[in-house]
């Protein structure tokens, strides 16, 4: 009917979202498939240029809505809003106007927009919510790591402990965290889950609003989904089926995958091929179809027509299984609104439910996937992840304590340190003048610290030994006995540091440089120090100086700080005498 485009996606797999949006025993995303109010798709992000840099948005009937204004693909238009990508990796919404406005800051991570709220996260800040005009509604805890969109009115949140529990539309807590994972809210009830450390096992129950436990899930279930009109998806060992609101089995566990009820009916698969059944579990649709039919349940559909792809044909049929028409193609979606959108082998363009093309106008591009955010998983197992970092926390916990002076020995720093003899370095190469302490900086943060000698601190032992050569002749050598002595009299000269930002720390490195410097500036009020020249975001240091701008007069306090973003941060405190003290 048309010539066409390649997609990278396999056409054996419709939409190219199934995999990720139908439940089956080896994927199920953790367990959970939450719910939520899902609304029709509104429309798509597209291009005409094949370079495809510069994108648009065409609505859900193929009407041309913003063209070549967007260098990056956006997403999928989401009640009248998009987000884009800009050059440095973070989101920026916009209108879907024919003259797009920018609303808000620009942020590390988003969620779509839900009932006029979106959650967005900024540099090195806890999560918040944002209206449509890009105001902030409210911000949650930095106790907060983690949170999901709403359903019917609560979204689920995780704390620093990784625990989930259920904020409000206000922020506050609803349903405290208690449990290892949980559900999205649907008919009144969320799944939670918890995990036993002494059996290693998981337990499943449901909960309503006020945090009560209605019912647990019999043992023999190892997986739940959420409830879609007053059906819930169970896996009991590798097999499928669905349990009512008072968590009776009703249709019994035995297909391979399944999806959640849409309009009374659900697709499931039974040995590699699908069908439909309703709410009885009765076949309304025997299992007789090879491409996955789960797409046809995942959004709310206008149409009952799902289709058959078999290479580059498909072929649609209504759910009595009557062949309703064939068009050339490799993907397509399902009726969610009055058209469809085809890949022909490249040219994409709207389809009527009659078969024929909507239109003449063909696209470049038209991103298929991106409407996987009207999707009820998507929008509901989709996280944001705070950026909050506590760099006082990771500051605080490098200070030496208790404060150590130019004339302090090993054994005086062992002592009021916490360094065992077991700690000390021992080579058999050579002595070694410092002694090393790594610290636990809290938030998974960790660093050494390591003090240095103006004398070696320990010493591999030798002793003469004598021993035969290859001649047979004796020959006599220093050799190590494998005992070291230690000199713990020796003075302390300076004290350096190594931190090595992990997790939100990574990325962070200059923040946590700038925290430094000003601990040091504190500690040291005498002491100049001032940046070099060369500081960027990727990397710098400052050092200090002397009066007559001298860094190496050895007469005074030296100070170097230096970091490499995305890798260390180093410093280290070299005192002039034994009247100088380390009390950073």
Excluded at 367 to 392: C, R
Aim: overall charge negative; some cysteine; glycine content about 10%.
């Amino acid at each position: 009917m048309k010539s066409s485009l390649p997609t990278k996606l396999s056409s054996s797999v419709l939409l190219g979202l199934v995999i990720v949006l139908s439940m089956s025993s080896c994927d199920f995303l953790n367990g959970l498939l939450p719910s939520a109010e899902t609304s029709n798709i509104e429309g798509y992000a597209f291009t005409n240029r094949k370079e495809r840099d510069k994108w648009g948005i065409v609505d859900a009937n193929g009407r041309v809505i913003v063209e070549d204004e967007w260098k990056e693909m956006p997403s999928a238009p989401k009640e009248g809003m998009v987000f884009v990508q800009n050059k440095k990796g973070e989101y920026e919404f916009f209108t879907v106007k024919e003259k797009p406005k920018k609303i808000g800051n620009e942020f590390k991570s988003v969620l779509p927009f839900c009932d006029g709220l979106a959650a967005v996260v900024e540099p090195n800040k806890t999560i918040s919510f944002i209206n449509k005009t890009g105001e902030i509604e409210f911000k949650l805890d930095k106790g907060i790591v983690a949170v999901r969109s709403f359903s019917e009115g609560l979204a689920p949140y995780m704390n620093k402990d990784g625990e989930w529990g259920f904020i409000n539309r206000s922020g506050k807590e609803e349903v405290k965290a208690k449990w290892t994972d949980v559900g999205n809210f649907s008919s009144g009830l969320a799944m939670v889950k918890t995990y036993d450390k002494v059996s290693g096992t998981s337990s499943i129950a449901f909960i309503d609003i006020k945090g009560n436990e209605v019912f647990a899930l019999k043992d023999k279930y190892n997986q739940a989904g959420s409830f879609y009109e007053g059906r819930c998806m169970v896996l009991d060992d590798d097999e499928w089926g669905f349990i009512d609101v008072k968590g009776d089995e009703v249709i019994k566990c035995k297909w391979t995958t399944v999806t959640q009820f849409r309009d009374g009916l659900a697709a499931y698969q039974d040995e590699g091929e699908w069908g439909i059944i309703d709410q009885d579990g009765e076949s309304v649709l025997r299992a007789k179809y090879k491409t996955d039919l789960a797409a046809s349940f995942i959004f709310p559909r206008s149409k009952d027509i799902f289709f058959e792809i078999d290479g580059d044909e498909i072929e649609a049929f209504n759910f009595k299984g009557d062949k309703l028409f064939s068009v050339d193609g490799t993907q397509i979606l399902p009726f969610c609104n009055d058209f469809t959108v085809v890949n022909d082998d490249g040219d994409f363009y709207f389809l009527k439910a009659n078969g024929e093309a909507a239109s003449d106008q063909e696209f470049t591009y038209v991103d298929l996937n991106g409407v996987s955010i009207f999707s009820d998983q998507y929008l509901n197992s989709k996280s944001v992840v705070s950026d909050f970092f506590d760099v006082g926390l990771m500051v605080s916990g490098l200070k030496v304590k208790p404060a150590i002076t130019l004339g302090y020995t090993v054994a005086q720093i062992m002592e009021s340190h916490g360094i065992e003899d077991t700690d000390l370095p021992q080579s058999k190469w050579g002595g070694a003048t410092s002694l090393s302490k790594n610290l636990d900086l809290g938030d998974g943060q960790n660093a050494s610290v390591e003090y240095v000698f103006f004398t070696d601190v320990t010493t591999p032992e030798r002793k003469n030994v004598t021993t035969t050569n290859y001649w047979g002749k004796p020959v006599t050598k220093l050799d190590f006995t494998g005992e070291f002595i230690t000199e713990k009299n020796a003075k302390v000269r300076y004290v350096q540091w190594k931190l090595n930002p992990t997790g939100k720390g990574n990325g962070k490195e200059k923040m946590i440089a700038e925290a430094i410097l000003g601990e040091l500036k504190a500690a040291y009020p005498t002491v100049k120090i001032e940046a070099d020249e060369s500081n960027t975001d990727s990397g710098g240091s400052f050092k200090s100086v002397d009066k007559d701008g001298n860094s190496e007069n050895e007469s005074v306090i030296i100070i170097r700080l230096g970091y490499a973003a995305g890798s260390t941060v180093e410093f280290f405190v070299l005192l002039p005498d034994e009247t100088a003290e380390i009390g950073f």
